[in-house]
């Protein structure tokens, strides 16, 4: 699986609102259905970049194409701006298929209100804990790996 990691520069450069905007821009360029509904959760996702949630937990976009990771910077590194990576995403899934998914990171205490709040507006994006650096079904995937490679009989493996 090809993953693809942006770094957003939020505040003090963009507004909360400027930086989710910015994101919007990033995963939906040119797909009008996902702009809408992404537009529709700008407010949530807004007062979560003001939060900081997204410095070390990254916004995570699924679907047909690269997984796609989106952190903000914020403080000195959104100021020197040399960590910014705001390209554009090739094949972003919100614009290669009907089947894209994004991932909020959020503090524990606002999960309940932000997950009530994003099922009224959206049904693809959600919200994890931000200490959830990855979604349950990549920790799924790391675990089926790790199962696969322990059931490797070396012994048979390394006869000649």
Do not use: H
């Not at 507004?15 to 809408?36: E, F, G, K, M």
């Not at 949630?53 to 916004?59: H, T, V």
């Not at 099922?119 to 959600?126: A, D, E, N, P, Q």
């Amino acid at each position: 699986m090809t993953v693809l990691a942006r770094k957003v520069a939020a505040t003090p450069v963009r507004l909360a609102t400027d930086t989710s905007q910015r994101i919007v821009d990033l995963v939906a360029p040119t797909n009008a259905a996902a702009r809408t509904e992404l537009m529709g959760i700008v407010g949530v996702a807004s007062s979560l970049i003001t939060e900081e949630s997204m410095k070390s937990s990254p916004i995570i976009v699924t679907g047909d194409g690269p997984r796609v990771r989106l952190y903000c910077l914020y403080g000195e590194d959104a100021i020197e701006g040399s960590k910014t990576n705001e390209a554009t995403i090739p094949g972003s899934p919100a614009e290669t298929g009907d089947a894209w998914k994004m991932s909020l990171p959020c503090p524990s205490d606002d999960l309940e209100w932000v997950r009530a709040s994003l099922k009224k507006r959206s049904t693809r994006v959600t919200a994890r804990d931000v200490s959830e650096t990855t979604l349950p079904e990549e920790a799924d995937e790391d675990t089926a790996t790790s199962a696969s490679a322990a059931t490797i009989n070396m012994e048979s493996f390394l006869r000649p």
